[in-house]
Nanobody
Framework: QVQLVESGGGLVQPGGSLRLSCAVS????????IGWFRQAPGKEREGVSC????????YYVDSVKGRFTISRDNAKNTVYLQMKSLEPAPTAVYYC????????????????????WGQGTLVTVSS
């Protein structure tokens, strides 16, 4: 059974850090790009960062460049999103998703076609 499970969310103060994890099972991570997406209440889901499965190519949405880092450990079947210098924001649900067919930019920007998603983890940045 194909499954993605996010973890690591929580409440953090502005300027703080969190590391999210996306653990995959039921398929070989080596062959799939993985992306992180977020959705706040009343807003559309957006692609935050995606990482390629072959050469490690990454994509970041402009608002997180220089603050977030995506990485993968294929041996552990896990993809991480290190988030630093977090800015105040209402609670958002961060999701990860897998894709084996396209570029990371297409995955992160035009993600409506993605079929395999995790259940999400909540992130709140507030004092």
């Amino acid at each position: 059974q194909v499954q993605l499970v996010e973890s690591g969310g929580g409440l953090v103060q502005p300027g703080g850090s969190l590391r999210l994890s996306c653990a995959v099972s039921g398929f070989t991570l080596d062959y799939y790009a993985i992306g992180w997406f977020r959705q706040a209440p009343g807003k559309e889901r957006e692609g935050v960062s995606c990482i390629d499965n072959s050469d490690g190519t990454t994509y970041y949405v402009d608002s997180v460049k220089g603050r977030f880092t995506i990485s993968r450990d294929n041996a552990k079947n896990t993809v991480y999103l290190q988030m630093k210098s977090l800015e105040p924001a209402p609670t958002a649900v961060y999701y990860c998703a897998a894709d084996g067919t396209t570029t990371v930019q297409t995955m992160c920007v035009s993600f409506g076609y993605l079929e395999v998603w995790g259940q999400g983890t909540l992130v709140t940045v507030s004092s």
